[in-house]
């Protein structure tokens, strides 16, 4: 079955600086590839997907970026904010009916002001 | 209106307790899921309802029992929960049941099992 590995665990970046953060997929079948932003005591939010006929995808100063030769894919987050600071989650999934989310482990962002 | 509603927002229940958490859409999202969520983990999934039946059983204890009574409406009925059971538990919704699809996630129910 499909496994997606997320790095880093944690993440710690000065306010103004880039963020970045990325996982790697196992199956080749998987075909849409959505971040999710988790706050404290909160409902994980989509924040930015990408489908596999895509190599990148901006949303102000969020990025995806998709290499499906390698099987992996990033989230960059530019010009970080303090309100960035959440658990962020990778996921894959194929768009046939097996439609399980396999998520990343997730990243611990921290946007020190 | 990308809103999923559960209730309750916290739960705490006895092993010997039966309740029920509930979670309702109005997007006309034809697929329903269930997650657990443990602290400082992903979310797992649980059941998937695919247009009011259930497609996907990822093992779960019988002590767990999903309904769909219709297409706006899952409940997931607990009885003889355990300790360990104490998670978050999502609701979600998308369109249709392909993976392709956005997954949105309601506010969830924290269950404590005393």
């Known amino acids: 079955g499909e496994n997606v590995e997320q790095h880093p665990s944690t993440l710690s970046v000065q306010e103004g600086d880039s963020a970045v953060i990325k996982c790697t997929y196992s199956d080749s079948a998987s075909n849409y590839f959505p971040w999710y932003k988790q706050e404290l005591g909160k409902r994980p939010q989509l924040i930015i997907d990408?489908?596999?006929?895509?190599g990148e995808k901006k949303d102000q100063r969020i990025a995806v970026t998709l290499n499906k030769t390698a099987k992996h894919f990033s989230l960059h987050i530019t010009e970080t904010q303090p309100e960035d600071s959440a658990v962020y989650f990778c996921a894959a999934s194929k768009g046939d009916s097996s439609y399980k989310l396999i998520f990343g482990s997730g990243t611990r962002l921290l946007v020190r002001p | 209106d990308t809103e999923v509603t559960q209730t309750p927002k916290h739960l705490v229940m006895g092993m010997t307790n039966k309740k029920s958490l509930k979670c309702e859409q109005h997007m006309g999202h034809r697929a329903m899921y269930w997650y657990k969520q443990k602290a400082k983990k992903p979310p797992e999934l649980m059941f998937v309802y695919s247009y009011e039946k259930l497609s996907i059983n990822e093992s779960v204890p019988s002590r767990f029992s999903p309904e769909c009574p219709n297409s706006s409406l899952l409940n997931l009925h607990l009885h003889a929960l355990q300790p360990e059971d104490s998670a978050l538990y999502l609701c979600?919704?998308?369109?249709?049941?392909?993976?392709?699809?956005?997954?949105?996630f309601g506010e969830g129910s924290w269950l404590t099992v005393v």
């Open positions: 990408i489908r596999s006929n895509v």
């Open positions: 979600a919704s998308s369109q249709v049941p392909t993976g392709e699809n956005t997954i949105y």
